[in-house]
């Protein structure tokens, strides 16, 4: 156990250093990959900690994105407060949609997960006066202390670092996931512990989309459209949804892989896709269940 | 707000009738494939998008050909069954045993992977099929006009729903795919080769998205993006009827279509979020559809 505390301190320190090798691109992709490393870990609250495959988690991302944004600009609200309440936003949407949601089991959870998202996304879409509907919603500004690449970055890895505290929790969602029968008979409210975990995904993934609005200047209504629901889902699949950080170390590879193939070939869901396919039939644990598996077969063979 | 014109309001919810056709045709093999393989399929609007490629492509190859269009559809749909046929033979089958998350999954792939190999091979420009020669020209209906080509779409939807509803009731073929919804270890254990029925299902899932996809090819351009377009009503339209559910299908295309219609007069702005409250709604108050029953699996 200590030895993987070690481990972690070393990846902490070493994403820390990244702005210090003065390469915009790296930064900028930090940036990027830290958002969607968030992003995919409120997720993975739902889908690895208690087994809830939400298709709809855009909404929450587009949400932060949104408020944070109209917050700012027409309300003129100071970074802080708009950040923070662009997540009670998100929080509160999750409430009441996943009031609803955890009722249902299986396909028809992520049926109506899909189906909220998309009433958000498409209100996002239409609702032009507001959010600038298809034009999407530009000149969100940096608040000024914060107001290089640079900064952002140190901003964004503090909100992410904050957000990764393990808890009791997590293991009671990860008992809901096994049991869901056994986890009523030991005294546990399993719905109610589902829509506990469902507002605190959709705050964090509110917050992921608030950093990402302000990152980038802008927000669009493809954010929440349901194909962004399926990507951070495979976000979470490719990194690993048994382990708590397989989802940041999926994003990094995911969007890694984007930006590196994205000056070969304009035909990026293709690989996606094919990644997709063939982590499915030979890695259903994802990269870090497999190095897991992989160093276990090591240490059992010495 | 001034009363529409009534023959305006007819003619409206024909258009509506129209597209509920061409969703109930890919709707019905998205729920067949539910009922029989637990499948959701995502895949199944990259059927249709490829349905009408390929009708497109056989239309340009068969040029003056006499019944060159419904050639080329049945042509088109039937490439596009094998293709699924492949597809459930070869990777599909080995995921029934997992999880639900990974077919889902898996399905989603194949929409990425489709979609950019017929971006590859179509490329980006639009295309469009004209209508078959006998359906050109429009039928007047109380003063306004109605295309020939939608009036026979109207009325093919419903003779394909009775052609299916009569197999699957009387005949041999029929019976043994009901009997695999019910209990495919039961089946299987009387000697029915379920992994072939399987097969079937699929295939025939698949050419009703491919034929869909054909025969919408007149009345919409071909482009890239109508798989994901498609996939989200057509779900839709099985949540709403009941998934698995024939009938809940037919029921769910035919509010869908006319909400589509009539929706757009009333609220022209918010008819798409309407028809995703209803989806909701329905979810929350009926979870297995208007006409599904509630699965025990």
Redesign the interface.
């Known amino acids: 156990m200590s030895r993987h505390r070690w481990f972690l301190i070393l990846i902490l320190v070493l994403i820390a250093l990244i702005p210090l090798s003065g390469s915009r691109y790296y930064v900028f992709l930090g940036t990027d990959i830290l958002i969607f490393g968030l992003f995919a870990v409120s997720l993975n609250l739902l889908?690895g900690y208690t087994g809830l495959?939400s298709f709809g988690q855009a909404a929450y991302f587009g949400i932060g994105a949104y408020s944070c944004a109209l917050l700012m600009k027409r309300v003129s609200l100071v970074f802080p407060l708009a950040f923070v309440t662009a997540g009670a936003f998100g929080a509160i949407a999750a409430l009441i949609i996943g009031f609803?949601c955890v009722?249902?089991t299986?396909?028809?959870f992520?049926?109506?997960t899909?189906?909220?998202s998309?009433?958000v996304w498409?209100?996002a879409?239409?609702?032009n006066s507001l959010t600038g509907g298809d034009t999407g919603f530009i000149g969100i500004p940096f608040p000024q202390y914060l107001d290089s690449r640079t900064r952002y970055y140190y901003f964004t890895f503090a909100v992410v670092a904050l957000k990764i505290i393990n808890s009791p929790f997590g293991r009671i969602l990860t008992t809901i996931r096994e049991n869901p029968e056994r986890t009523e008979f030991i005294g546990i409210n399993v719905k109610l512990f589902q829509l506990v975990a469902f507002m605190i995904s959709g705050f964090f993934s509110a917050i992921a989309g608030a950093l990402f609005g302000v990152f980038n200047h802008s927000v669009f209504p493809d954010t929440l459209f349901?194909?962004a629901s399926?990507e951070v889902?495979?976000m979470a699949?490719l990194g690993g949804m048994y382990s708590f950080f397989g989802p940041v170390v999926g994003a990094a590879v995911l969007l890694y892989l984007r930006m590196q193939v994205a000056t070969y070939t304009q035909?990026w869901?293709?690989i996606?896709?094919?990644i997709?396919?063939v982590l499915?039939?030979f890695f259903?644990g994802g990269i870090v269940g497999f190095v897991q598996t992989r160093f276990a077969v090591l240490r059992g063979s010495r | 707000m001034s009363l529409p014109d009534p023959s305006f309001l007819l003619i409206q919810s024909l258009n509506g009738l129209t597209y509920a056709m061409f969703l109930f045709l890919i709707a019905s093999g998205l729920s067949l494939i539910f009922g029989i393989l637990g499948i959701l399929n995502f895949a199944h609007g990259s059927f249709y998008m490829l349905g009408a490629y390929f009708t497109h492509q056989f239309v340009s190859l068969f040029v003056d050909a006499p019944g060159q269009f419904w050639w080329a559809v049945i042509l088109g749909s039937l490439t596009v069954a094998t293709l699924g046929v492949v597809i459930e033979r070869f990777f599909l089958r080995h995921l029934y045993i997992r999880e639900e998350l990974n077919q889902l999954l898996f399905t989603y792939a194949l929409v990425l992977i489709l979609s950019d190999i017929a971006r590859i091979i179509w490329g980006t420009d639009q295309f469009s099929v004209s209508r078959p020669a006998i359906l050109k020209g429009a039928v007047e209906i109380l003063g306004q006009y109605f295309p020939k080509y939608n009036i026979v779409i109207i009325l093919l939807g419903p003779c394909i729903a009775f052609l299916f509803w009569f197999i699957l009731l009387h005949t041999r073929w029929g019976r043994m795919i009901r009997a695999a919804a019910l209990d495919r270890e039961v089946l299987g254990s009387l000697g029915v080769n379920v992994n072939r029925l399987f097969t079937v299902v699929f295939f025939i899932g698949a050419w009703m998205a491919g034929l869909g996809g054909g025969l919408v090819s007149p009345v919409s351009a071909i482009v890239p993006g109508m798989d994901v377009e498609v996939i989200v009503n057509a779900f839709i339209v099985v949540v709403i009827g009941g998934l698995g559910s024939f009938w809940g299908t037919l029921l769910g295309s035919l509010i869908v279509g006319q909400v589509y219609a009539l929706g757009i007069l009333i609220f022209p702005r918010l008819s798409l979020v309407f028809i995703y409250i209803l989806m909701a709604f329905v979810l929350i108050v009926r979870p297995w559809g208007l006409l599904g029953r509630p699965l025990q699996r």
């Open positions: 889908l495959v609803f009722r249902l299986k396909i028809y992520a049926m109506l899909l189906a909220f998309q009433i498409a209100l879409f239409k609702w349901w194909p399926a889902l495979i699949i035909y869901p293709l996606l896709g094919t997709l396919a499915l039939f259903p």
